[in-house]
């Protein structure tokens, strides 16, 4: 049978365009098995040099914020080239700072925000205060006070506080407990305080 000219080359521009259709999806499905093949980069082998460089990148991130304040409490871990932040914080923006902060840092890959903002509250700002003036007030502890930022942080929500941070002995530990306790209006007091070991 015999095609006009014209429609022959219709034909022939309609079946390159199907077989151009069928490549191309086997390609797709090529690079997509490809993909899924590779070996994802595993925690162990990243070296031990890179995880430790940007764990103390984190942390340098993490003190020079300017509103991390006493009252927030910020913890990390790195696994790989990936960090997971936790913690609790007064402000939404700082969660968002300290998020944006550890995303700059070379190497990088994926931040997990974990943070948790601390719902607003009076009740809990009036605690706040009182608490860091029965702490922070008390001539035991004052030397806590001295450097920008406290170590011992103090955490309030709906009522409930709970101490993080480094003190230098059992004794301060305690001591920081019995003045937390001893504030008016709170709920419960979790001590989660740790002893810094001497060098």
Do not use: W
């Amino acid at each position: 049978m015999c095609f006009p000219r014209r429609e022959f080359a219709n034909l022939g521009v309609r079946g390159g365009m199907i077989m151009n259709r069928k490549l191309t999806l086997g390609l797709v499905v090529l690079i997509a098995l490809a993909i899924a093949v590779m070996p994802e980069q595993t925690t162990s082998q990243v070296p031990d040099q890179a995880v430790q460089r940007i764990q103390r990148e984190v942390r340098h991130e993490i003190l020079m914020l300017p509103y991390f304040g006493v009252f927030d409490n910020i913890a990390f871990k790195v696994e790989g080239y990936k960090v997971t932040l936790y913690g609790q914080v007064t402000r939404p923006t700082l969660k968002r700072d300290v998020e944006n902060a550890v995303k700059r840092i070379e190497g990088v890959e994926k931040v997990d925000n974990q943070i948790e903002v601390l719902p607003a509250s009076n009740m809990d700002d009036q605690l706040r205060l009182r608490l860091y003036r029965a702490i922070y007030g008390d001539p035991a502890l004052e030397r806590y006070a001295m450097p920008v930022i406290k170590p011992v942080r103090i955490i309030v929500k709906s009522g409930n506080v709970t101490l993080e941070g480094v003190v230098d002995s059992e004794a301060d530990k305690n001591l920081v407990n019995m003045r937390a306790n001893g504030v008016s209006g709170i709920f419960s007091v979790t001590n989660h305080l740790m002893v810094e070991k001497p060098r």
